[in-house]
């Protein structure tokens, strides 16, 4: 079955600064990527979200890439603020019958004023 | 609309205890999720059902777990008996589509199994 790996576990930013969080998955007939942000006692909410046929999209300070021949993709926040401190997590599913959305382990972002 | 709604938010229990938690998807979706989220697990998908059918409860623990989607407006989790290990967050999402669309999700109950 699919496996997500996310890297790093915990990051720390100074307020300003870009931050990058990196996803790994291993079912090559996956073709959807979202990213949710999970707040202190809420649950998680996409943030952005990517489907196989696009390499790169983005919204606002954030951006998200897709390298389907080595099966990474990634999350990259600019301009990072104290609103952005929360963890993040990287998910990858097929969207067929078999829909099951599988989460990475998550990155706890903190970003200092 | 108010979003995906969980109830209760928090619920401690003691071993051997039965508990269900509840879920009202929002309105309009099709496809509804149950995930646990704990330290060492992280977010694992217990079940997933689409037009009120149960399409995937491979990632269900145990017999002890329960699922069930009466309605298109609720859904239960069921825990019978409750062990401290079950203790976690558990949430509900919703999406419209049965893949490849935003899963919207609710705020979690917090399950203290002591």
């Known amino acids: 079955g699919e496996n997500v790996e996310q890297h790093p576990s915990t990051l720390s930013v100074q307020e300003g600064d870009s931050a990058v969080i990196k996803c790994t998955y291993s079912?090559?007939?996956?073709?959807?990527f979202p990213w949710y942000k999970q707040e202190l006692g809420k649950g998680p909410q996409l943030i952005i979200d990517?489907?196989?046929?696009?390499g790169e999209k983005k919204d606002q300070r954030i951006a998200v890439t897709l390298n389907k021949t080595a099966k990474h993709f990634s999350l990259h926040i600019t301009e990072t603020q104290p609103e952005d401190s929360a963890v993040y997590f990287c998910?990858?599913?097929?969207?067929?019958?078999?829909?099951?959305?599988?989460f990475g382990s998550g990155t706890r972002l903190l970003v200092r004023p | 609309d108010a979003g995906v709604i969980q109830s209760p938010r928090h619920e401690v229990t003691e071993m051997g205890q039965e508990v269900t938690l509840r879920c009202k998807p929002i309105?309009?979706?099709?496809?509804l999720f149950w995930y646990r989220q704990t330290m060492m697990r992280g977010l694992e998908l217990l079940i997933y059902?689409?037009?009120?059918?149960?399409?995937?409860d491979s990632g269900m623990p145990e017999d002890r777990f329960s699922a069930k989607m009466p309605n298109a407006s609720f859904s239960t989790l069921k825990i019978q008996p409750s062990e401290p290990r079950d203790s976690a967050v558990y949430f509900c999402?919703?999406?419209f589509g049965t893949g490849g669309d935003e899963a919207f999700f609710g705020q979690g109950t917090r399950l203290t199994v002591v």
């Open positions: 999402a919703s999406s």
């Open positions: 079912d090559s007939a996956s073709n959807y």
């Open positions: 990517i489907r196989s046929n696009v």
């Open positions: 998910a990858a599913s097929r969207a067929d019958s078999s829909y099951k959305l599988i």
């Open positions: 309105s309009g979706h099709n496809s």
């Open positions: 059902f689409n037009n009120n059918v149960p399409i995937d």
